[in-house]
């Protein structure tokens, strides 16, 4: 299998801690994780490393309102190591403008605290949803029936809005524009998190079907999306599925959750599956909730494999470095022979 690397992940390397209560917390994206799958794919022959492509700007730029926003902020900072983070939210009812020149108004653009914008995290941002694109590119041109982008910063938490959770422009959403000229895409998220951002993408158009499985937000990140009877809107109505399932789950119910998704999805002809891929659903990952093994990724992988359509397979979350590799590793092997 091709697995898209990008080129200058190591240049956002946010270090960051914050005290919730008697919790500390820091932040958990580092370009470890990436290094950790590397290893783990390098090691085995069957997984031939490819370098992303560059795509034009207005790809990414035309999906996502804040472009400018990290753009400018990021050049505004005067070294590679600072770290800016919007901590001035609006809220209803205020005046906005949206500005795109003052890093102050950056509440308007972003959801949260904890998603910091540094000197490079817009070059490093736009590679991500670049790798994302090379396999959808691949994909299209029916070079290739399942590619895995090894993206970092992930891009499910960033929507048509506003941007947050460690995300910054939504990859799996761009690269689900770019091969919707050719045919219906159905988009699954199996990351830990909801994946709000690509929800709100495609809740009006009825081409594209969402799902996502995760920890019930009751009580899980993003908590204000991801419940069951988000459903899509309009004419969209019946092409959204949530699956909010709750902390301790294990593999058989899990496998429950992804057949109803397959069997939604084909009944909804897609021509092309995205899946956003996350493994902070492992029972050893710092921020997840989940039981899942190592070993039962393969499972998990040939499932969605049996639908027997046109695969991307983007890097989520997934913070245990210790595991990420072969719970990657293994989750690809069940798209193979
Ligand atoms: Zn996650």
Redesign the pocket.
């Known amino acids: 299998m091709k697995v898209i690397e990008k080129y200058n992940d190591s240049l956002h390397n946010p270090y960051w801690k914050f005290q919730l209560g008697p919790e500390a917390y820091e932040v958990k994206d580092t370009p470890l994780r990436v290094e950790a799958i590397k290893k783990a794919l390098r090691a085995d022959q069957r997984f031939q490393f490819i370098t992303a492509d560059p795509f034009p700007e207005r790809l990414i730029s035309r999906l996502h309102p804040y472009h400018d926003y990290i753009r400018k902020t990021g050049l505004s900072l005067q070294n590679d190591k600072e770290e800016f983070y919007p901590d001035l939210f609006p809220g209803e009812g205020a005046h906005l403008r949206k500005k795109v020149d003052n890093p102050l108004w950056g509440g308007i653009w972003c959801t949260d605290a904890v998603t910091p914008i540094m000197r490079k995290t817009y070059e490093v941002a736009r590679a991500s949803a670049e790798t994302a694109l090379t396999g959808a590119a691949l994909l299209r041109e029916g070079r290739e029936k399942a590619v895995y982008a090894l993206c970092r910063p992930?891009g499910?938490h960033a929507g048509p809005r506003v941007f947050g959770?460690y995300c910054y422009f939504n990859n799996v959403a761009t690269a689900a524009e770019y091969l919707l000229p050719e045919g219906r895409v159905a988009i699954v998220d199996i990351?830990?998190?909801h994946g709000n951002g690509t929800q709100e993408f495609f809740d009006e158009i009825k081409s594209v079907f969402t799902a996502s499985i995760h920890g019930d937000p009751d009580n899980e990140?993003p908590y204000f999306w991801g419940y069951a009877e988000e459903i899509g809107k309009g004419q969209a109505e019946g092409t959204n599925h949530n699956e909010p399932l709750p902390k301790g789950t294990q593999l058989a119910q899990y496998s429950e959750a992804v057949d109803r998704i397959l069997d939604m999805i084909r009944g909804f002809d897609a021509a092309y599956l995205i899946i956003s891929a996350?493994f902070?659903t492992h029972e050893a990952d710092p921020?997840?909730g989940f039981k899942l093994r190592t070993e039962e990724y393969t499972a998990i992988g040939k499932q969605f494999r049996s639908l027997g359509i046109p695969t991307l397979i983007c890097q989520?979350?997934?913070?245990n470095i210790d595991v990420l590799g072969a719970c990657v590793k293994n989750f690809l092997l069940g798209f193979m022979d």
């Open positions: 992930s499910h959770g990351d830990y998190h990140y996350g902070d921020i997840g989520e979350g997934g913070y």
